[in-house]
């Protein structure tokens, strides 16, 4: 079909078919730091909601929680209210400058180590080789002819996927619910339906994605390798392919024969059959590529085995591949950390951190927020005084019930009843008894004598017996004085 | 133009796709095909959109629309969710009616919905003339201050609610008429701004007149009190206090004594039920003004205002 018109084009598909990954096992320093990195990121996705964190009586006991019902996040110490949502803001910007961070200081290490699709990807990955062999074996079935065993191997495979799925999908939702009381209601059938769509939708999810379409998301689907990209530079840590050390590429027994002709790589494709996404990676740097440097191991491995030096594919910046093409030795990768992109970014993520630590120590545990009639703006009333209304709203932050304290400050003259209370009962204080972890609404009128001016003044609530624990709200009290300004 | 379809189903070389066979200075379109999923997708729709009009209301017919074979319908859905929301409510509405309304003070949780149910009512019945904040306008009382001209407890308001005020055929309506002095030739005009300074006196705006005061006792304290403190048996109003119904400049008053403005409420029992009207008055006693029912006092004696 390639045959050439006269303009010299080609039929041009932009469709690439998929090709089957089929990765060999490999053993070596990255595997094993991918093995750690993907049982600590599995152990924290599955256990963290069962992990308990005593509040009282008052307040879930679950560690972890994103209460959506009741609008609280629980992390261990602390609660987040709505209104502090800031916080949880925050942590997304440091998630993000942090990625930032880890881009410019070792490359795609997010990609190829922690990243969900990359863990859950290599989890499938191991299942395949569990049940279907290794490389090989794998690629022998998959050209053989649908029968019976081949129909039976698949079935066993593709129900420990949706086994892993269902696990996947189903720890999801521990996050949003008290997790013990969630798992007997997902059992029993008397779960909210949510949970159900939601553990439906995400096991649904991970069956597909890390089941089948796998380094496609990381090609294609994923704007990640797009952003990091434009974030790679000349002192990004990418996994390179020494060619100046490594080209021409010849078998063992070619190069006995004619040493001085050819390079360190023996042709051996290692490297292409470790790969998770099924690269090349002696073609150069590229999108598919996520840095998890298995094939490292393996060239390391070969490089062993033929007695050449180790590192022909390695880590290294574009600096270091000029400077040891060069002869010059390569910078530590240490001392990489230390330049001024990363010095800024280690800066803001830090910045944030300690503002949103400084914002958490000293963030008060009471809130008041008022808001004032104002149709009508005021009453005049038949003994001459003005009355004006308010709605207030006080905050318990805390796990237990709280004596708070209203005082009007400024205003002189002025008195303030609730409205489940009467006139005759005003006075300058009022003090309630405010629900653990509640918002406390309460009706507030304000008279003022016959000849006060519009003015404002202030609402000063504060929690009996803790001296730190207050806030202030300043109003605006309406008159009829103050109709012409 | 002409040769447009000369060159129809040309091949072209580079995407081995025909060509529509159309040409503009040079451009051509590819005849490509329909992405195979998009074509299905299409079909799949079809077949939606014809189960959807056997299933559901759809074609626009003469007299109706066809009305689907699972007979849904939104007002079906409105009706449902209606009937719903009666249901829930039910318990409260009929504790409600139940209750005689002097002792829903002793009911916060029943008082509550009481309230919030008077306030929706309010809304719908109410703010025409006493406006959404329920401040009133001129002529129009202002429910949220301490001024009443029938009664501010519960029960009064409640009352007031059932038989409203100058309602033509309700036997209980609260009634009363003020003469039109001025209008009917009962009082000269130069008694009458006399009488008027006096009234304005009372709240101190403007300085006492004794002829003023001589005229008013003849006229007004009949109604209005020797003090001008009102009465709430007849509806007068409070002539001592700044709160004016039909404004207190001395010519408004002067304007009242001579052709008398008097409200009108229409009594809405038969208009509404006796539980949103229970509502209602609960609404209207919570806006800051309600006072505590009497303890078996004369609806005659004015409580608490003092008088000048």
Known sequence: ?485 | MADNHKRAGRLDEATRTETVGHEWDGIEELNTPLPRWWLWTFYACIVFAIGYCIAYPAWPMLARGTEGMLGWTSRGELDKEMKQAADARARTVAALADMPIEELARHPELMRAAVAGGAAAFRINCVQCHGVGAAGFKGFPNLNDDDWLWGGDLKAIETTLIHGIRQPGDAATRQSAMPAFGADGLLPPEQIEQVADHVLSLSGKSRPSTAGARVFADNCAVCHGPAGQGSRQFGAPDLTDPIWLDGGSRAEVIAQITRPHMGVMPAWAGRLDPVTIRMLAAYVHSLGGGEEAPAAMPASAPPAVPAP
């Open chain 1, 1 to 485: 079909m390639d045959q050439s018109t006269a303009s010299g084009s080609t039929r041009a598909s932009l469709y690439a078919r998929h090709e089957p990954v089929f990765n060999r096992r490999i053993d070596g320093k990255f595997r094993r730091i991918k093995w750690a990195v993907m049982a600590l990121c599995l152990i924290v996705y599955w256990v963290t909601p069962w992990l308990r964190w005593d509040r009282g009586s008052y307040a879930p006991d679950q560690a972890v929680l994103i209460d959506l019902a009741h609008r609280r996040f629980y992390m261990f110490g602390i609660e987040i209210w709505p209104h502090e949502f800031y916080f949880v803001a925050g942590l997304l910007i440091m998630a993000g400058i942090g990625l930032f961070l880890v881009t410019s200081a070792v490359g795609r290490a997010w990609c190829g180590y922690a990243c969900p699709q990359t863990v859950w990807t290599d989890l499938f990955q191991h299942v395949d080789r569990l049940i279907d062999g290794d490389r090989n074996a794998r690629m022998r079935l998959h050209k053989a002819p649908w029968g019976p065993a081949k129909i039976a191997r698949r079935l066993v495979k593709w129900s420990i996927y949706l086994v892993i799925s269902f696990a996947t999908g189903g720890a999801w939702i521990f996050y949003f619910a008290d997790a013990p009381t969630l798992q007997h209601a997902f059992w029993t059938g008397t779960a909210d339906p949510v949970a159900y769509a939601t553990v439906a939708v995400l096991t649904a999810t991970t069956f597909v994605l890390g089941g089948f379409l796998r380094e496609q998301v990381c090609i294609y689907m994923c704007p990640w390798p797009r952003i990091q990209t434009t974030m790679l530079d000349e002192k990004s840590l990418i996994v390179t392919y020494k060619d100046w050390r490594g080209e021409p590429r010849a078998s063992v027994k070619k190069a006995q024969k004619a040493p001085d002709l050819y390079g360190d790589c023996i042709d051996c494709a290692q490297c292409v059959a470790v790969c998770p996404t099924g690269i090349d990676i002696r073609e150069g740097a590229q999108v598919g590529c996520i840095t998890c440097a298995l094939c490292i191991d393996a060239c390391d491995r070969v490089m062993k085995e033929v007695g050449r030096p180790r590192g022909l594919i390695d880590y290294a910046t574009l600096e270091d591949a000029e400077a040891e093409q060069a002869g010059h030795a390569p910078t530590r990768h240490r001392k990489l950390i230390w330049r001024p992109r990363t010095l800024v970014y280690v800066g803001a993520w830090a910045g944030i951190g300690f503002a949103l630590l400084f914002l958490l120590g000293a963030r008060v545990h009471t809130d008041l927020t008022v808001s004032k009639d104002r149709n009508p703006p005021y009453i005049l009333l038949s003994d001459g005084s003005v009355r004006n209304a308010y709605t207030l709203r006080l905050r318990n932050m805390q796990g237990r019930p709280r004596r708070m304290e209203i005082a009007l400050d400024g205003l002189a003259g002025a008195e303030m009843w609730a409205d489940d209370s009467r006139r005759a009962a005003a006075g300058r204080r009022i003090v309630r008894t405010v629900p653990a972890d509640a918002t406390y609404p309460l009706r507030i009128y304000v008279v003022a004598p016959q000849a006060t001016s519009g003015q404002d003044f202030v609402f000063r609530l504060r929690a009996l017996g803790e001296p730190d624990e207050m806030d202030t709200a300043e109003v605006r009290f309406d008159t009829p004085q103050e109709a012409t300004p």
